[in-house]
């Protein structure tokens, strides 16, 4: 299954697409391309020093690429595709900050930044959307990364509006948790498989050992998430994976995410939106405290009522 590029011309029919199938879907694989590494993190950095570096380079830098890939509970995809690669319109390597190195490697394995700047996906479109599709279905959502602390970082810098990142990594985890109640990171796990070299191993070398072939090309988002997913089901499927048994940790980082709070209430409800297609005063979610700082004043897909989804 080939990633589906998503661009300005059909975000909109795509975003119609994932909304229409995340209630079943619900496993998520996803995977980020970003310009490179200001800061470089020693291995023997503490964890603090580790996300001052984790912060700044966040902080810098744009996303380039977001990769999705939409799995049901048994690893199926739905029949309509189930890959999608999102490319963002407003890196610009000639006014933003990057590392040379590798925005190089991305343009020699296919990336067309120029392409992207002209017919890219408005990031704040993109946030906009996933943000509904995170306070309807989060609850239910399984995430998997692979050494995928960057990945989720950028996520949620994009969710939070290109807001600087918690200042602690302790407000950061429990950011995580608020977003990801449901969080897999495969390189954390593969340090407790019995011939996964404890762990220290890249994404291409675990696929390989798991006999597990890639779809599309290296260093392309949509790519990265396809084959994060099939690492996955064959984990499951090699190791008989216990569902939660490795929920909520970061390869690097040696504490778990924090407890999660609900976004959403347990019981159905409808949310009412004015014409203007917004809705005005607390949100109805029941939230308390919102991790994504969202305003009382909450723009919505522009329909008459949102179900909350069961």
């Not at 897999?184 to 696929?207: I, W």
């Not at 260093?219 to 090699?238: C, E, P, R, W, Y």
């Not at 005063?281 to 723009?299: I, K, N």
Request: neutral net charge.
């Amino acid at each position: 299954m080939e990633p589906r590029n998503v661009w300005s011309s059909n975000f909109e029919e795509e975003m119609l697409s994932i909304e229409s199938i995340v209630h079943r879907y619900n496993r998520i694989a996803f995977d980020t391309e970003f310009p490179g590494f200001l800061h470089n993190t020693p291995r023997t950095a503490s964890e603090t020093d580790r996300y001052k570096d984790i912060k700044f380079n966040v902080d810098s830098l744009k996303p380039i690429q977001f990769g999705f890939t939409f799995n049901d509970a048994y690893g199926n995809l739905p029949h309509s595709g189930g890959v999608w690669q999102f490319n963002f319109n407003d890196f610009d390597p000639a006014i933003d900050l990057h590392v040379t190195a590798s925005v190089e490697l991305l343009l020699r394995n296919g990336i067309d930044l120029e392409k992207n700047k002209r017919e890219g996906v408005d990031i704040k479109a993109f946030s906009a959307r996933f943000r509904n599709i995170i306070r309807c279905e989060g609850h239910r959502i399984q995430w998997l990364t692979f050494h995928g602390v960057y990945d989720i970082a950028y996520f949620i810098k994009v969710l939070n509006a290109n807001n600087p990142m918690p200042e602690t990594l302790q407000e950061f985890m429990t950011m995580v948790g608020a977003i990801f109640p449901r969080l897999y990171d495969l390189k954390f796990m593969a340090k407790f498989y019995h011939g996964l070299l404890g762990g220290e191993l890249g994404l291409e070398r675990l696929a390989k050992i798991l006999e597990v072939k890639r779809v599309g090309e290296t260093h392309h988002a949509g790519s990265d998430s396809l084959i994060t997913s099939n690492v996955f089901s064959k984990m499951k499927k090699v190791y008989q994976l216990i569902e939660g048994a490795y929920e909520g940790y970061l390869y690097g980082i040696s504490f778990r995410k924090r407890r999660w709070v609900p976004l959403v209430p347990s019981q159905p409800h409808f949310i009412t939106v004015v014409p203007s297609g917004y809705y005005h005063g607390r949100p109805s979610f029941g939230t308390v405290s919102s991790p994504l700082r969202w305003s009382h004043c909450h723009a919505l897909v522009p329909t008459v009522h949102v179900p909350h989804c069961q």
